[in-house]
């Protein structure tokens, strides 16, 4: 009597190898020498008889164990003790048994499962805000398109009085088999779209379908502090779910109108502030606008143009409570385009006085 097979060698894997490795081997082999591929091999059948058992000890990790703790294929141990039998073709099933182990789930029809429960879709709808109503926050009215239950036969497809029948194609299963070679592929009845019901007299609302389109009414309300193209969710308020599922979200994206004085940046404001020749040179004090109405700031004598200033505290809310943004003031010199005979004269005077070139130092030593 021939010596019993180091199941490991059998499957072509290491002494070390994951489960996931073992699984992949066993696929592999079982697909290539099973009985039904070769018909009339005997060698084929005995390498596949031996596969099998390869598998039933190294997939059981009790077993494995076992195995391994027995010294090896002359341990004593006897792999034939693990070997599955029962059935017909020798001891093992059909190739629909081993890809149905292998994959999970029934090939025939006793083992095949409707579709469950489906969450409904996510929709979006855009609503339009003013630049305050962003700012301030709001509650802002949205319609929206969502299929629903047809009011006419309530969601049954069926003309009133009448009911569905179950599909005469997969009885009632909603998912039919097709046989592809060696496989065979499960997918939603091509008759009743997976329903497992037949509509012969369908609702003239609807025209089967169970569903209409319908607006629906809401009020959002808008944090304060919303962006451009900031997503308001609505839990449950998207597409209805088939079969009993959940209902999808809706997702309000805020379309923001531009403010005439401010600019969004991030979590921060920006404003440009004017001032003048004279305000730079000796220095200021000017008022500026903010959200909640006008503050005053101080320009420092010798203030450049494009000089920022910040109010921290003074922008917009942040989105994740953690208090609020700040405002920006760019100071920007106000030149005249056109000057007054008085005004050219003063200009002249304070050009007399003022001393040195300030491009000089762009030249350096070259002059």
Do not use: W
Request: proline fraction near 8%; hydrophobic fraction near 25%.
């Amino acid at each position: 009597m021939a010596p019993p097979k180091d199941p490991y060698k059998t499957l072509g894997v290491d002494k070390k190898a994951s489960q996931d490795e073992i699984k992949k081997a066993y696929r592999k082999l079982a697909r290539q020498y099973h009985p039904d591929k070769n018909p009339g091999d005997q060698k084929a059948e005995e390498r596949f008889k031996d596969i099998q058992a390869a598998n039933d000890i190294l997939s059981d990790p009790e077993k494995r164990k076992q195995y391994d703790q027995g010294g090896g294929i002359f341990g004593g141990f006897d792999p034939g003790a693990f070997r599955t039998g029962g059935g017909t073709s020798g001891g093992f099933g059909g190739i629909g048994d081993i890809l149905s182990d292998l994959f999970g789930g029934g090939g025939g029809p006793g083992g095949a499962r409707r579709p469950g429960p489906e969450r409904g879709r996510d929709l979006e709808t855009e609503v339009h805000i003013s630049f305050e109503q962003a700012m301030e926050g709001a509650q802002v009215p949205v319609n929206v398109q969502v299929p629903a239950a047809c009011p006419t036969c309530r969601g049954t497809g069926a003309k009133p009085g009448t009911t569905p029948q179950v599909c005469p194609r997969c009885q009632g299963r909603g998912i039919e088999s097709q046989g592809q070679g060696l496989f065979s592929i499960s997918q939603p009845c091509s008759l009743c779209g997976g329903t497992g019901t037949q509509i012969t007299n369908p609702c003239p609302t609807c025209n089967g379908r169970g569903q209409t389109m319908q607006v629906k009414r809401y009020r959002v309300n808008i944090p304060a502090g919303v962006k451009e193209g900031s997503r308001v969710r609505l839990a449950g308020k998207g597409e209805p779910g088939r079969r009993g599922g959940q209902s999808g979200d809706l997702y309000v994206i805020t379309r923001v109108g531009d403010s005439p004085v401010f600019r969004r940046k991030g979590d921060n404001l920006e404003v440009d502030v004017p001032i003048t020749i004279p305000e730079a040179i000796r220095g200021a004090t000017v008022e500026v606008p903010t959200l909640s109405g006008t503050k005053r700031i101080r320009v420092p004598a010798g203030t450049q143009h494009g000089t920022v200033q910040r109010l921290r505290g003074e922008g917009p809310a942040k989105l994740n409570g953690k208090g609020r943004g700040d405002i920006h003031y760019k100071l920007t010199i106000d030149v005249p385009r056109s000057l007054s005979k008085e005004q050219k004269q003063a200009v002249d005077e304070l050009a007399s006085v003022m001393n040195g070139n300030p491009r000089e130092r762009l030249f350096g030593e070259r002059r």
